[in-house]
Structures are given as C-alpha cells and as structure tokens.
C-alpha cells in the first residue's frame, strides 16, 4: 500500500468545514494541541509505518 | 544495626603478589567490583580461567543505584549460580500507573507471557545484587576455584601490550604492579582504565540530571509502578515511584541540565518535594540521596587488543528502561565463552571481534531506545512537547495512544541479526527463535528448557533425534532431545511453528546459532565451526 495523493474525500467542502468549525473560537496553543491529537488519531487509522513515512514526505512537499 | 553498605565485604588483605620479585602475570584481570565486574569474574571461574578482580572499595554501592533486573539478566545470573537470591528477595510489581500534570492519565497491568521461569523483571537494589554475586564468589573458592578479590587495591596505571597488560596498582601497603594475559575493565561509566589509556567514549552526548532517593516507607504503600509527567512538585520534568525489598521505595526526580547539585540534595528541599508527590499524611525515612547524571554515549570498540570493556564503562544509557546493568550482563554473556575458546587455543582471536560487534549492535539499540523515552519524557522544542502532550491527553481517552506512551522501553535481550557467526536458517521456523536469538526458555516438566541448556554448546533435537554427545573442532557438544510431552505447545510455539522437527545448535551463551528441520552431523560441524570464527 502506497500514500493516496489523488482526490479521495467524497465531499471535500464538508470535510474542510468540520476541520474549520474544531478549531473555531481556540486559542493557538489550543489550536495546536487539537492539530497535534488530530494527527495522532489519524495515524492511528492509517496504521501502516511505511504509509505515514510517505505521508509525512507529502506533507512536507519535498520533492524526491 | 550496621547497614549492607557499610560492611567491607572483602576488606584489603596482602596478596602473595606485593612479595614477588617481578610482577606475577594472571590469565585474567578484572577491574571494577560492580555487578558486571563481578559478573564476568563468576563466569571465569566457572570456566576454570583463575581470576583476580580489583577494586579501589571493599564494599557493597552505596544507595540503591541500578533496581530493575530483566528476565535475560535473571536468566544469565541463573547461568552464574544466583538466580535465586535475585528472584527470592526481588520485588515482582504487575500494575503500572501514568500520571500527566495532577492526574491519572492510565493504568496498566503488565501480563507477562507465560512459560518462563522467570518473570519480565525483579526490583532488586543494587547491594543485594553485589552481595550476591560476592556470596557466589566465596562458594566457588570454597569449591577450589582461583578468584580472588581485592579490596582496597586502586589502579593507577594500565600499559597495554601487544600480549598482556601491566597493571599498577595502590594499596595501604604500598603499590605493585601486576601483570594479565587478558584485562577487562569494569570500572563503570567514568572508567578510569579507559581514561588511563586514551580511549574515546562518544556518541550523542545527551546531557540531564536526576535526583534519585531511597526512602522508606513507614506504612503500607501499594506495590506499583508510578511514572509522573510534569509533575505539580516537579514542573516541567518527570518523576518514577518505584518499589524494593525492605519496604524501601526509589524515587527519581528529574531535574534537567543547569542546577545545583549541592542545593538539590539537602534534605531541606528533598523532603518538601517528596511530601507534595506521596502525599502529607504519608510518613517516611530518606535513606540515601544522590544525583545522577548521564549521557547516551558508547566507546567506538570495545575491544582493544587485550584489553576489553564490559558495562557502562564501554557505553552509557539513560536510566530510562533499566538498560545499564542488564545490557552489562549480556556482554559478559557474550565475552566469556569466546575467551575462554580463545585461551584454551580452540578459536582464533579474531572470534573476540565478534564480542565487539554483537554487543555494539546491542548497545546501540539501547541508546536508540533510552534516547526515545528520553525524547518523549523531557521534549526538546515547544513542537515536541505540544505532541508529547498530545499523546498524554489522548491516552486518557482511548487505548490506541497508550503504546506510544514511552516512561521507558524495558530491556530486552539484543538479537544477532548481522552477527557473521549466525549459520544456517530455515525460515519457515518461529522467527523469535531464528539465529542470533536468545534461546526462548519453555517449561520441560518440572525443569526449564534454558537451564538444561546451561552454558555448553548445545544440540537441541525437536521431534529429532541427537545424539547425546558429540565432539568436533576440539569442543564436546551436549545433545539434548526432545519428544513426546516435552514437546508442548510452548516449544512448539517457540521453536517448531508449523514444521513438525527441528534441530537447533545452541551457543554457550544460549543465543542460536544455526538452525535445521533435519539433523546431519555434517551441518553441526560447519556451523559450529562458523561459530566458533573459523571463518572469520
């Protein structure tokens, strides 16, 4: 299994909205705190160390 | 009463040695009376090598220092002759708590997997440990064997030679010196052996101090592990609650790099401390206070031609996972048999490069995992923290961020993945018994499977016959075979996975060393001669 870069959410402006609406009204620190248990559950649904690598590399839009 | 820590164990006596005319050569020379110094010393005369340890002290450590034995440790002293003393007096702790800021974030119950003579790990303070291991040293001279331990005999100066070492050491009598066709050094983290000759001692140098007490409790306190992060009475840092024998409970405090060290042990600033984390009411004696520092380093080999380095004083790990004296354990596990081949002039030295490469694999996993928990513990930028957090406060919540909660990876033996003494594989066996491995212990009846190993070169036959003995290359194998009801599920799980026979060469420190689903003498020959560096 390989990191799924093509589109892959069904409704993408409802996905974006939910993620807004969590951090609505947070302080940064809050904010950040959200953010960092957000990527932790997400991993965890992930589940494989080879896909979060490349995920991780994605993320940090570096090219090789 | 006077305490453990207070009686010379093996006072200075004058040895035959100050009387001779010209320095008495040994066969084998330890420094240090630690654990691990006392360890290898064991295992020397075991073998029949004579032995001479020497140690500056004529004492026991002062204060608990290393408390957590593993099972591969238990399992190597059980080798050494003191198992049980360990496991008879040790503490057996199941129930873990976690705390994050004023709250408890889990608990844990740590369910050791069945099948095992001895348990994960013992809480044992480190006297008791030495101790022992001085007992066992008296019941082998009592036996006749030559180990000799000299108290109050401080080394000054180590020349090492191309085929022996001089050795000068101080006593209240007045120097001498002393020669050792082989020299381990023991001498602990600071090792002065290694200073003495110029040896390096790098790596990522990892800089934090702990304060670490004994107390005694006054009433009943539960028998638990209890690991704080950034404790209200330690803010920013991290503390563990940790029970002994004796009703006494260790406490590490950690304090981070820039203190004062003088400030932080007076009792006047201990004690407050400790009342805010066990609580008021609770009453207690501080028996012992002591900051400790340390650095996640190793020496780049640990082998110097005829000197040798066993223990902290060939590499360093934090506190965090109880990895210092049970990886000190396991090199002296790997080191003696092959010196002893090398000795007896059954094995070319190069086998003694392979201690080198077996141990610094494993000591590098063990800097790898004490420097993570060190990681997770004490976070290194605000990005850090902010996830190390994260993980806390989710770990309250759901059971899928408890594993990354990391206090402290537990040690466990080291596998020989690469080692070039590892022989034949047959893959469809149980990978955990695969060559390089520790030999999985199982019960055999009332007996166990590792202590029927011992420390010979085994041939263990599963649903195969062996033979019982068998000699090859000068060195006399033990067959060992198993069948019928010896053959139970868990050394079907550990050793036969779906084959139904296997054949496995053991070496003296128990690890595998090749394995088969047939049995061929032809097979055993070769591997053993690959483990024993003939094809190095």
């Not at chain 2, 690991?227 to 002994?244: E, M, R, V, Y």
């Not at chain 2, 469809?428 to 695969?434: W, Y």
């Given at each position: 299994m390989s990191a799924n870069l093509k589109p892959n959410l069904a409704r993408p402006d409802d996905f974006y909205a939910d993620l807004l609406a969590a951090h609505e009204g947070l302080s940064k620190a809050d904010s950040d705190a959200l953010n960092a248990r957000l990527i932790l559950v997400l991993a965890n649904q992930i589940g494989d160390n080879e896909v979060l690598r490349e995920c991780l590399k994605a993320a940090s839009l570096s090219s090789e | 009463m006077t305490k453990l820590f207070e009686t010379p164990l093996y006072p200075y006596q004058l040895s035959a040695d100050q009387k001779a005319d010209a320095p008495v050569r040994h066969p084998a020379v330890v420094i240090g009376a630690g654990p691990i110094g006392l360890a290898v010393a064991i295992d020397l005369a075991q073998h029949d090598v004579p032995v001479v340890i020497l140690d500056e002290n004529d004492k026991v450590s002062w204060g608990s220092r290393a408390i957590c034995f593993s099972k591969r440790a238990l399992e190597i002293l059980d080798r050494l002759g003191a198992g049980d003393d360990y496991v008879n007096k040790g503490v057996l702790w199941n129930l873990g708590k976690v705390f994050f800021g004023d709250r408890k974030v889990y608990e844990f119950n740590l369910l050791p997997e069945d099948g095992h003579n001895r348990p994960a790990f013992i809480n044992l303070q480190q006297y008791y440990c030495e101790l022992?291991?001085?007992?066992?040293?008296?019941?082998?001279?009592?036996?006749?064997?030559?180990?000799?331990?000299?108290?109050?005999?401080?080394?000054?100066?180590?020349?090492?030679?191309?085929?022996?070492?001089?050795?000068?050491?101080?006593?209240?009598?007045?120097?001498?010196?002393?020669?050792?066709?082989?020299?381990?050094?023991?001498?602990?983290?600071?090792?002065?052996?290694?200073?003495?000759?110029?040896?390096?001692?790098?790596?990522?140098?990892?800089?934090?101090?702990?304060?670490?007490?004994?107390?005694?409790?006054?009433?009943?306190?539960?028998?638990?592990?209890?690991?704080?992060?950034?404790?209200?009475?330690?803010?920013?840092?991290?503390?563990?609650?940790?029970?002994?024998?004796?009703?006494?409970?260790?406490?590490?405090?950690?304090?981070?790099?820039?203190i004062d060290k003088e400030e932080e042990k007076k009792p006047e600033n201990v004690i407050p401390r400790l009342k805010q984390m066990l609580g008021e009411e609770v009453e207690f004696d501080l028996e012992w206070v002591s900051i400790y520092t340390f650095q996640c380093r190793r020496m780049e080999k640990f082998r110097h031609g005829r000197v040798i380095f066993a223990g902290d004083s060939a590499h360093q790990v934090s506190p965090f996972g109880a990895r210092g004296a049970n990886s000190g354990f396991q090199d002296t596990d790997n080191l003696v048999w092959k010196l002893k081949l090398v000795m007896d002039g059954l094995a070319p030295e190069s086998l003694l490069d392979t201690y080198d490469e077996e141990r610094i694999h494993a000591a590098d996993e063990n800097i790898l995992n004490s420097s993570r928990s060190t990681d997770f513990i004490t976070p290194k930028s605000e990005q850090s923290r902010i996830f190390r957090d994260a993980v806390l406060d989710l770990a309250e919540h759901h059971a899928f961020a408890r594993p990354l909660v990391n206090s402290g990876r537990l040690s466990l033996p080291a596998t020989y993945d690469?080692?070039?003494?590892?022989?034949?594989?047959?893959?469809?066996?149980?990978?955990?018994?695969?060559?390089?491995?520790?030999?999985?212990?199982?019960?055999?009846?009332?007996?166990?499977?590792?202590?029927?190993?011992?420390?010979?070169?085994?041939?263990?036959?599963?649903?195969?016959?062996?033979?019982?003995?068998?000699?090859?290359?000068?060195?006399?194998?033990?067959?060992?075979?198993?069948?019928?009801?010896?053959?139970?599920?868990?050394?079907?799980?550990?050793?036969?996975?779906?084959?139904?026979?296997?054949?496995?060469?053991?070496?003296?420190?128990?690890?595998?060393?090749?394995?088969?689903?047939?049995?061929?003498?032809?097979?055993?020959?070769?591997?053993?001669?690959?483990?024993?560096?003939?094809?190095?």
């Open positions: - | 022992y291991l001085v007992e066992r040293i008296r019941a082998l001279q009592a036996e006749g064997k030559q180990i000799d331990i000299r108290g109050g005999s401080k080394v000054t100066a180590v020349e090492a030679r191309d085929d022996h070492s001089r050795i000068s050491v101080e006593t209240p009598d007045g120097p001498y010196d002393l020669e050792a066709d082989w020299l381990i050094a023991c001498d602990g983290a600071a090792s002065p052996t290694r200073k003495m000759l110029g040896l390096d001692f790098v790596g990522r140098v990892f800089e934090d101090n702990f304060l670490i007490a004994d107390v005694i409790m006054k009433a009943d306190f539960p028998t638990e592990r209890w690991f704080w992060f950034d404790p209200p009475f330690n803010k920013g840092q991290s503390a563990l609650l940790h029970k002994q024998p004796d009703g006494v409970w260790r406490i590490d405090l950690q304090l981070g790099w820039d690469c080692s070039r003494l590892n022989g034949a594989d047959v893959t469809s066996l149980p990978a955990r018994t695969r060559p390089g491995s520790p030999a999985a212990d199982c019960p055999l009846g009332e007996d166990w499977l590792l202590h029927k190993l011992g420390d010979d070169f085994v041939v263990l036959g599963i649903n195969r016959d062996v033979p019982d003995s068998l000699s090859a290359h000068g060195i006399s194998l033990k067959g060992l075979s198993l069948k019928g009801g010896d053959v139970n599920p868990f050394v079907k799980d550990r050793y036969l996975g779906n084959e139904d026979g296997a054949v496995y060469l053991i070496r003296p420190d128990q690890h595998v060393a090749a394995r088969w689903t047939t049995y061929d003498e032809a097979d055993i020959v070769s591997a053993l001669g690959r483990v024993i560096g003939k094809e190095l």
